[in-house]
T-cell receptor
Framework: EAQVTQNPRYLITVTGKKLTVTCSQN?????MSWYRQDPGLGLRQIYY???????DKGDVPEGYKVSRKEKRNFPLILESPSPNQTSLYFC????????????FGPGTRLTVL | GQQVMQIPQYQHVQEGEDFTTYCNSS?????IQWYKQRPGGHPVFLIQ?????EVKKQKRLTFQFGEAKKNSSLHITATQTTDVGTYFC?????????????FGKGTLLTVNP
């Protein structure tokens, strides 16, 4: 089944404790992206990747890191999480961005205390 | 920067009534995508419009892309309870690659049975 998976689905952590949210897709998509969703603010792009080893900042990259060492995986790293990073995070992928639909993962609900 | 505005923010209808959400961009869009997010779920791609003045239909849903490619609408005829959710439009960032997507804040549709 074609899908985007994220882990963990739920996470409660404390300020400053490094964490990684994994994202994997099995559709051989070139493009992958991370979004955060907050009430009243909609979906905001954090980082995206056009292909392996090619990443770029979205609208709200501060406090986040990403890497794209393999085509299928695009982990989101929070080196020192803070409470303002409490949010619902979505990973998405598409064959090629611009003219293709994005497939979203199920989401990761992160709470930083 | 480019903004994508969606109105209304919320819409409550009686089952059987029609519903329309509007998306307006501050700049010309090369294409526009529409997504639906059910409560507790993840965004799911509905459609992409590319051509000026394009109209596409999916059963009770009608999508339009404005002549100037700066606005779009989604119209649902005779809403059903299964239409409940948040509808987002998204357009690629202007003046550059299509790799960055800007999402509208969405319209939350609730349907009273």
């Amino acid at each position: 089944e074609a899908q985007v998976t994220q882990n963990p689905r739920y996470l409660i952590t404390v300020t400053g404790k490094k964490l990684t949210v994994t994202c994997s897709q099995n559709m051989n998509h070139e493009y992958m992206s991370w979004y955060r969703q907050d009430p009243g603010l909609g979906l905001r792009q954090i980082y995206y990747s056009m292909n392996v080893e090619v990443t770029d900042k979205g609208d709200v990259p501060e406090g986040y890191k990403v890497s794209r060492k393999e085509k299928r995986n695009f982990p989101l790293i929070l080196e020192s999480p803070s409470p303002n990073q409490t949010s619902l995070y979505f990973c998405a992928s598409s064959y090629r961005q611009g003219y293709n639909e994005q497939f979203f993962g199920p989401g990761t609900r992160l709470t930083v205390l | 920067g480019q903004q994508v505005m969606q109105i209304p923010q919320y819409q409550h209808v009686q089952e059987g009534e029609d519903f329309t959400t509007y998306c307006n961009s501050s700049t010309t869009l090369s294409n526009i995508q529409w997504y639906k997010q059910r409560p507790g779920g993840h965004p799911v791609f509905l459609i992409q419009l590319v051509k000026s003045g394009e109209v596409k239909k999916q059963k009770r849903l009608t999508f339009q892309f404005g002549e100037a490619k700066k606005n779009s609408s989604l119209h649902i005829t005779a809403t059903q309870t299964t239409d409940v959710g948040t509808y987002f439009c998204a357009g690629p960032r202007s003046g550059g690659s299509n790799y960055k997507l800007t999402f509208g804040k969405g319209t939350l549709l609730t349907v009273n049975p």
